[in-house]
Nanobody, 116 residues
Framework: QVHVVESGGGLVQAGGSLRLSCAASVPIFRFNVMGWYRQAPGKQREVVAVFTGGGDTTAYAYSVKGRFTISRDNAKKTVYLQMNSLKPEDTAVYYC?????????WGQGTQVTVSS
């Protein structure tokens, strides 16, 4: 059974850093696309950063470029999101997503709150 589980959210002051982790139950190279999305209150879920092409390339939302970095550890079956220079507008529930063939797998989400 395929599942992904996030961890690492929390409360941080503006300018601070957090690292999110997404642990998968299967080797992550199997996912066609894998990465991070977020949803702020009253807003639609949006992509933050993803690996595409089985991990060969990355893509970032414009709002996080230069501040966030997505990385992976194949041996640990884990994808990370390093978030630096956090802003209050980064406050959201962050979700891990993996797309395997025609199926999408979402984690339960982890709350990130950035205080001003």
């Amino acid at each position: 059974q395929v599942h992904v589980v996030e961890s690492g959210g929390g409360l941080v002051q503006a300018g601070g850093s957090l690292r999110l982790s997404c642990a998968a139950s299967v080797p992550i190279f199997r996912f066609n696309v894998m990465g991070w999305y977020r949803q702020a209150p009253g807003k639609q879920r949006e992509v933050v950063a993803v690996f595409t092409g089985g991990g060969d390339t990355t893509a970032y939302a414009y709002s996080v470029k230069g501040r966030f970095t997505i990385s992976r550890d194949n041996a640990k079956k884990t994808v990370y999101l390093q978030m630096n220079s956090l802003k209050p507008e980064d406050t959201a529930v962050y979700y891990c997503n993996g797309r395997l063939h025609d199926e999408e797998y979402w984690g339960q989400g982890t709350q990130v709150t950035v205080s001003s």
